[in-house]
Antibody, heavy 118, light 110 residues
């Protein structure tokens, strides 16, 4: 059974940083591209970033480009999202998901909440 | 890149059918057959219901079906059940390894 478990969220001041993690199990992690999707309070789902299975290719939504960095450690079966220069509108539940691009997001985690506030 | 348009809400009685539309552009919905639908119960993990326009993952009831015509995709839920009450999002490939989600539709079972 595929399991994805996010962690690392919390309360951070504007301009601050966090590193989100997603621990994966139940599949050969290095074989699959992964993505981050977020949902702001009262809003819909928004694609944030994706990374290939090897980590050699990364893609970002315009809203986070230059501030967020996606990465992965295939030895640890873990996906990361480094979020910098946080703004109030980055407040959201951040989900990791298995899949990317033209491939569907076929498994999702429960999410981790990031709150940006002074 | 703007989000495909979905109705904010649809409703139906148990046993009825409801259809959710997802209208985009030729750069996303109309340009590719990589269109998926996700069910999201608040506080839970989203769940893939339909992929590649009209394919169902294993375990998804055949009450859920998808279609597409031009720049508009549709999700139909037949034989509506109480457990189907949730938010539903379409998601389209938009080129250059990016995807775009629709605004979401709340399905209410009366």
């Amino acid at each position: 059974e595929v399991q994805l478990l996010e962690s690392g969220g919390g309360l951070v001041q504007p301009g601050g940083s966090l590193r989100l993690s997603c621990a994966a199990s139940g599949f050969i992690f290095s074989n699959y591209a992964m993505s981050w999707v977020r949902q702001a309070p009262g809003k819909g789902l928004e694609w944030v970033s994706s990374i290939s299975g090897t980590g050699g290719n990364t893609f970002y939504a315009d809203s986070v480009k230059g501030r967020f960095t996606i990465s992965r450690d295939n030895a640890k079966n873990t996906l990361y999202l480094q979020v910098n220069s946080l703004r109030a509108d980055d407040t959201a539940v951040y989900y990791c998901a298995k899949g990317w691009s033209s491939f569907p997001l076929d498994s999702w985690g429960q999410g981790t909440l990031v709150t940006v506030s002074s | 890149q703007s989000a495909p348009t979905q109705p904010r809400s649809v409703s139906g009685s148990p046993g009825q059918s409801v259809t959710i539309s997802c209208t985009g552009t030729s750069s996303d919905v109309g340009g590719y057959n990589y269109l998926s639908w996700y069910q999201h119960h608040p506080g839970k993990a989203p769940k893939l219901m339909i992929f590649d326009v009209n394919k169902r993952p294993s375990g998804v009831p055949d009450r859920f079906s998808g279609s597409k015509s031009g720049n508009t995709a549709s999700l139909t839920i037949s034989g509506l059940q109480g457990e189907d009450e949730a938010d539903y999002y379409c998601c389209s490939y938009a080129g250059s390894s990016t995807v775009v989600f629709g605004g979401g539709t709340k399905v209410t079972v009366l």
